[in-house]
Nanobody, 127 residues
Framework: VQLQASGGGSVQPGGSLRLSCATS????????VGWIRQAPGKEREWVSC????????YYGPSVKGRFTISRENAKRMVYLQMNSLKPEDTATYYCAVETPSACRAVTARSPYGMDYWGRGTLVTVSS
């Protein structure tokens, strides 16, 4: 199993970024792929998750309405479109997978329990 996150960078408040997660080695349709972030000095928190052949999604309350998760199955890519970014969105963003599983199950508990993690990508929102 491999996951590789990319797309982080520095952006001004109100700006946008799109993160990408390249995946391999597991059944994408029967797995929960999540975006989890960790700000300096804080615990990891759920940002978003996508699972199932239908692409069921979950969003953390602090990003709902601003972020959108999507999946491109043929390319095995999972994306996180982040709009209206705020300074409090500054964090290292990780993509992670639990397989087999679904978002309804994994997001009900701490994200630390995810099976596999990619290396994080840093997002900095600052003026």
């Amino acid at each position: 199993v491999q996951l590789q996150a990319s797309g982080g960078g520095s952006v001004q408040p109100g700006g946008s970024l799109r993160l990408s997660c390249a995946t391999s080695g597991f059944d994408l349709y029967h797995s929960a792929v999540g975006w989890i972030r960790q700000a300096p000095g804080k615990e990891r928190e759920w940002v978003s998750c996508i699972s199932g052949s239908e692409g069921s999604t979950y969003y953390g309350p602090s990003v709902k309405g601003r972020f959108t998760i999507s999946r491109e199955n043929a390319k095995r890519m999972v994306y996180l479109q982040m709009n209206s970014l705020k300074p409090e969105d500054t964090a290292t963003y990780y993509c992670a997978v639990e397989t087999p599983s679904a978002c309804r199950a994994v997001t009900a508990r701490s994200p630390y329990g995810m099976d596999y993690w990619g290396r994080g990508t840093l997002v900095t929102v600052s003026s």
